[in-house]
């Protein structure tokens, strides 16, 4: 029994550190799929207008070397969130039901950041401006991220390299462990935030 109380303790100790203060919402937690697709609170997300590196994909620097691009770029989009909530708006869904959306964290555009960087193309869309076009400008000509050496645009790249249509509407088997603690950990500070109900 006095285990079980450590326990509790500890836990509940836990959970209170990890609460913001009350009347705070905590932030949803982010899982980062690649450069421009990510769960947020359990939604699946894609940023509108742009494509990243597919986490797979390789590049060559200007000296020919290969580096892992897709790698790259999804960590170029964790260090541009950093500690910041994310909010998105939603504008459509995608065929594999993730939600186009532009997403913001800490007063940026995660989009604009991500081209700006070198680390995503802005989309063409078929005879309409493109918001990050002069992001993606100006990363270009200073040789930023895949811009520094040669690169396949991500859609020839996946067009090259085709994926299970099977495997790609489904959770891994890493994503829904992640989700699910996240909706335990969430249901964890609910409760000890509410002592007054019990």
């Known amino acids: 029994m006095k285990v079980l109380r450590k326990t509790l303790f500890a836990v509940a ?11 705070q919402k905590a932030p949803l937690p982010v899982h980062l799929s690649d450069g421009d697709s990510f769960a947020l ?7 509108y ?33 950093g500690t910041h909530p994310v909010q998105c708006r939603t504008l459509s869904t995608d065929r594999y039901g993730r939600y186009i959306a532009v997403c913001h964290a800490g007063g940026r555009d995660l989009a604009e950041e991500m081209v700006r960087a070198g680390f995503a193309t802005a989309m063409d869309r078929r005879g309409s401006a493109n918001p990050y076009e002069l992001a993606q400008a100006e990363a270009r000509s200073d040789k930023r991220g895949i811009w520094a050496g040669r690169f396949d ?4 790249w996946r067009r090259a390299h085709p ?8 959770e891994t088997p890493r994503d ?3 989700r699910k603690s ?13 002592p007054a109900e019990r």
């Open 182 to 194: 996240a909706e335990l950990w969430q249901s964890i500070r609910d409760w000890v935030r509410q």
């Open 13 to 23: 100790i836990g959970c209170a550190v990890a609460t913001p203060a009350l009347g």
């Open 153 to 156: 645009m991500p859609d020839e």
């Open 163 to 170: 994926r299970d249509p099977d495997t790609q509407a489904t």
């Open 49 to 81: 207008g742009i494509d990243a590196p597919e986490l797979h994909q390789e590049c060559t620097d200007a000296k020919g070397k290969s580096w892992p691009c897709g790698t790259r770029a999804r960590s170029e989009l964790r260090r541009i969130i």
């Open 176 to 178: 829904w462990l992640l």
């Open 41 to 47: 609170g359990g939604e699946r997300y894609r940023l």
